[in-house]
């Protein structure tokens, strides 16, 4: 088995992987970082295409011996795998306090019309989500609830901002993410697969406990959220079957975007499995 090489702050492997905190780079070179433990055993895990994910990974030797399942499972999978000191952690590194383990990896965003050939049940649609945090938080909402998709409009914050990909806490690697789809091709894709469109929004006509009372969320759905700031404008909502509220029953002005996307997406997730619902309770 090949060894992990030692690398100069001065290599050009470096200052490549440097270039992918720009979005720019990202897109030119379709590469991406995941950092910590937990992103990286999951892109060692991934493929994208047939490709595993996980191209190059950066480790100290520490990290190295601590985490040595995943480097040895990077070795494995055919990813360049380098010992780095902490002054090249701190140049490939987007955090603070790096963990000791950097991964360089593939795009691995599917295309809108496969997610649609799979029939899903359950699906997040992000138009206006600008916030890197919320983004990567709202996927891994959808990740815990089942969801069978995301979809990034292209109105939408980079899938692959070292912030998004923190958030998703793995779950990037977990489920098909389709972005830069416009929203009203989402919309109408989504809803010529017998998709039922609902926006999320706290101005909302119809009452999320009002929708689960009449046993109308069993069915296949695709949730719209908004913008953090100021929701979804009015031809977003136009464009829905129904426009949702989440109650809010005790004194709190507002729900913020992730908090209100996972009792959106967990609501759905609960009628679908429950009897009439369109998943099995024993599918898994």
């Given at each position: 088995m090949p060894t992990p090489e030692l690398i100069s702050p001065r290599s050009p492997r470096v200052a490549a992987a440097r270039r992918l905190a720009r979005r720019n780079f990202r897109g030119k070179e379709r590469r991406f970082i995941a950092?910590?433990?937990?992103?990286?055993?999951?892109?060692v895990e991934h493929r994208s295409d047939g490709e595993p994910t996980l191209v190059e990974l950066f480790t100290t030797v520490e990290a190295a011996e601590r985490y040595a399942d995943i480097v040895t499972a990077a070795l494995d999978a055919g990813a360049r795998v380098h010992y780095a000191d902490d002054e090249v952690l701190a140049e490939v590194s987007q955090t603070v306090t790096p963990q000791g383990l950097v991964g360089v990896c593939r795009f691995l965003d599917s295309p809108f019309e496969e997610i649609l050939r799979a029939e899903p049940k359950l699906v997040a649609v992000?138009?206006?989500?600008?916030?890197?945090?919320?983004?990567g938080t709202v996927l891994r909402c959808a990740d815990?609830?089942?969801?069978?998709?995301?979809?990034?409009?292209?109105?939408s914050v980079d899938l692959y901002n070292p912030k998004s990909v923190r958030a998703s806490v793995g779950s990037l690697f977990h489920l098909p993410v389709a972005v830069g789809v416009p929203v009203e091709q989402a919309v109408q894709g989504l809803r010529d697969a017998g998709v039922r469109i609902l926006a999320a929004d706290g101005a909302g006509e119809d009452d999320l406990d009002a929708e689960l009372d009449a046993g109308t969320m069993g069915g296949p759905t695709a949730w719209i959220f908004g913008n953090e700031a100021w929701g979804l404008?009015?031809?977003?909502?136009?464009?829905?079957?129904?426009?949702?509220?989440?109650?809010?029953?005790?004194?709190?002005e507002s729900l913020n975007l992730a908090t209100a996307a996972a009792v959106c997406l967990y609501a759905s997730a609960?009628?679908?499995r429950a009897a009439g619902g369109c998943r099995s309770v024993t599918s898994y």
């Open positions: 950092e910590g433990p937990q992103a990286v055993r999951e892109a992000l138009a206006h989500v600008r916030d890197p945090g919320n983004a815990a609830a089942g969801a069978d998709a995301v979809v990034l409009t292209d109105a404008p009015e031809e977003t909502r136009a464009l829905a079957d129904a426009v949702v509220r989440v109650p809010i029953h005790g004194k709190a609960r009628a679908q």
